[in-house]
């Protein structure tokens, strides 16, 4: 085989497509979220990032940076081997502790990010107890279906956020094995909730274990901000709150809590655990301030919701296509992938608004769609020039408006 060759002709495929993906070049400038540098053909511009996963803008919070700082002084820069060999320090203590507490589990694990989380938990549970059945939303992350497939145990998808079908499924399976029912939360993508309670009866109906993803939850709901599951008040009925520390906690890593036999467990037995190395101890430090600081300021939760729903009105009302998302996410559909780097590139070009395109495998052919993420920091100034921006764009591409995609349909 001429690999290079191969290479070469399965990246023009996906160019052909409009699927090829480019970074965009940014520069946070700490203290100004959301503005970033962003560098492109030689030149520097600023830009409003409208689709970072930083939901709270913690990632340049004073607090937070002086906890790091402190940290780095104190420690060094890196953590120093595996949790098992000299990679422990106390500040991954002191965050594993802090989780448990933020959960309200008995005990939490850390891990160098939320998608390892998924993947060696899963996996470990698939892998090692005897006869495991796994029981799949739909929807679920490539995480989670990594590791699913990774522990190679028997496994169904049940339709998404759907407990009759999931009640189907368990109820075809042997009643003596052990079962795990794996879902998410707030889907990222569509920014639909999971109906947490619903999907515990089933569980509970057939003695199967939970496990729940709140990696687009955590910071930003329930009183105290650890996810979804606090908000619905059925966190005991989740056997594993799963979760990261990248995305509105603003630094990065990921986390499991639990009880802590079943932390221990993973702890002993998980590869992804056992033989990556540990975070360096800023990180954890900065996680921990983090974690700390969002427990105590539910103003910034409720900030948060509030741009959310201000730029979903404000889209709709200007007829631009908007998902009906119960969450702080705002997917804006254009349906085509060339369509949709063609407003992106525009949108940053010529308005200086960053907003990715998201195309398949992230989302299905035809249903692609640029994901606005506003935050508590986006000011009126900034979501004026956000709706009136989509609205130019919509326009010169010729994009259908919503009412004009219902006539089509
Ligand atoms: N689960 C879900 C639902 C996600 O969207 C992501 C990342 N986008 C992950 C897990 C992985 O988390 P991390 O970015 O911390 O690796």
Known sequence: MDYEQYFGKRIADLKADGRYRVFADLERICGRFPVALNHRDGKTREVVVWCSNDYLGMGQRAEVLAAAHEAIDRCGAGAGGTRNISGTNHYHVLLEQELAAFNAKEAA???????????????????????????SDALNHNSMIEGIRHGRSHKHIFKHNDPADLDRLLAAAPKDAPKVVAFESVYSMDGDIAPIAEL??????????????????????????????????????????????????GVVGGYIAASQACVDYIRSFGPGFIFSSSMPPATAAACLASIRYLRHHPELRVKHQERAATCKRRLSERGIPVLPSVSHIVPVMVGNASLCKQASDML??????YVQPINYPTVPVGTERLRITPTPLHDDAQM?????????????????????????A
Not at 117 to 127: E, R
Not at 128 to 135: E, Q
Not at 384 to 389: F, P
Not at 396 to 406: T, Y
């Open 348 to 353: 940053l070009d010529e308005y200086d608004i």
């Open 109 to 135: 694990l850390l891990f160098t990010s939320g998608y390892v989380a998924n993947q060696t938990t899963l996996s470990t549970l698939g892998a090692t107890l005897p006869g495991c059945i796994i029981f």
């Open 200 to 249: 515990c009866d089933v569980a509970e109906k057939h003695n199967a274990m939970t496990y729940l993803d709140e990696v687009h939850a955590v910071g930003m709901y329930g009183a105290e901000g650890s996810g979804v599951a606090e908000r619905d008040g059925v966190r005991d009925r989740i056997t594993i709150i799963q979760g990261t520390l990248a995305k509105a906690i």
């Open 384 to 408: 004026d020039h956000l709706v009136e921006s989509f609205c130019a764009v919509w326009d010169r591409l010729g994009i259908p408006k919503a009412g004009e995609q219902a006539k089509a």
